[in-house]
T-cell receptor, first 114, second 116 residues
Framework: DAKTTQPTSMDCAEGRAANLPCNHS???????VYWYRQIHSQGPQYIIH???NNETNEMASLIITEDRKSSTLILPHATLRDTAVYYC???????????????FGTGTRLQVTL | GAGVSQSPSNKVTEKGKDVELRCDPI?????LYWYRQRLGQGLEFLIY????????KSGLPSDRFSAERTGESVSTLTIQRTQQEDSAVYLC??????????????FGPGTRLTVT
C-alpha cells in the first residue's frame, strides 16, 4: 500500500467542522483512500472510502483532489464523541492474499473540545 | 445486528504460559484478520483468513504464535510460552470478502493481554 502522511494531532471546537488532511502523493490509479477511526479503548471503526470522486455518508465527507495526491476527511459538526485517532489508508481496489490487510500508520489524534 | 466479538476482554497471564484468544466474526463474513496493538502504537497485522485457509501469515512475529479458523466462523489465536513483549491489545476484524471494493473490515473490541 502507498504511504500516507497525516498531522500528528488537531483540535476542533464542538459543533464546528473538523477537516483532517492526508497526503498520499504516491497513490496508484487502482488504489482507494480509506478512513478509519479508533476511539480510546475500542477497535477501529470504518468511516468512508473513495477513489476519485467526493463521497459522503452519514458519518463524514471525503474530498479527494483532482490529482489524487491528497484528501480531506470532513466531520461537518464535530461532537465530543468524535474525539479519536483518525487513520488514512491507501489500499488497492481488488486484492487477494497479502494485499487484503490494512496497513495503519500513526494517524491524526483529533481532540474535540467544548 | 451483532458485530465482531472477542473473548476474553482482558487476560492476565504469567510469563511462559500459553494463552488462547477467541474471535467470533460477523455471520457470513468469509474474511477474518488478526491485528496487534501495543500501548501507544499503531496496529500491526498478524494473519488473514479467507474461509478456513490463511493465505497471509506474514505478520506472525514468531513460531510461538499460531491461529486457526473452523467452520468459516470462529478463530482462535494461540500464543505459546508468552513473553512480556507479547503484552498488547489483540484485535480481530472480519469482512464480507478478502478482496473487492466495499469490503471494509469491521473490528471487534479487542482482548487486552498482559504478561507478568
Amino acid at each position: 500500500d502507498a504511504k500516507t502522511t497525516q498531522p500528528t494531532s488537531m483540535d476542533c471546537a464542538e459543533g464546528r467542522a473538523a477537516n483532517l488532511p492526508c497526503n498520499h502523493s504516491t497513490i496508484s490509479g487502482n488504489e482507494y483512500v480509506y478512513w478509519y477511526r479508533q476511539i480510546h479503548s475500542q477497535g477501529p471503526q470504518y468511516i468512508i472510502h473513495g477513489l476519485k470522486n467526493n463521497e459522503t455518508n452519514e458519518m463524514a465527507s471525503l474530498i479527494i483532489t483532482e490529482d489524487r495526491k491528497s484528501s480531506t476527511l470532513i466531520l461537518p459538526h464535530a461532537t465530543l464523541r468524535d474525539t479519536a485517532v483518525y487513520y488514512c489508508i491507501v489500499r488497492v481496489a481488488f486484492y487477494t492474499g497479502t494485499a487484503s490487510k490494512l496497513t495503519f500508520g500513526t494517524g491524526t489524534r483529533l481532540q474535540v473540545t467544548l | 445486528g451483532a458485530g465482531v466479538s472477542q473473548s476474553p476482554s482482558n487476560k492476565v497471564t504469567e510469563k511462559g504460559k500459553d494463552v488462547e484468544l477467541r474471535c467470533d466474526p460477523i455471520s457470513g463474513h468469509t474474511a477474518l484478520y488478526w491485528y496487534r496493538q501495543r500501548l501507544g502504537q499503531g496496529l500491526e497485522f498478524l494473519i488473514y483468513f479467507q474461509g478456513n485457509s490463511a493465505p497471509d501469515k506474514s505478520g506472525l512475529p514468531s513460531d510461538r504464535f499460531s491461529a486457526e479458523r473452523t467452520g468459516e466462523s470462529v478463530s482462535t489465536l494461540t500464543i505459546q510460552r508468552t513473553q512480556q513483549e507479547d503484552s498488547a491489545v489483540y484485535l480481530c476484524a472480519s469482512s464480507q470478502g478478502g478482496g473487492g471494493l466495499g469490503y471494509e473490515q469491521y473490528f471487534g473490541p479487542g482482548t487486552r493481554l498482559t504478561v507478568t
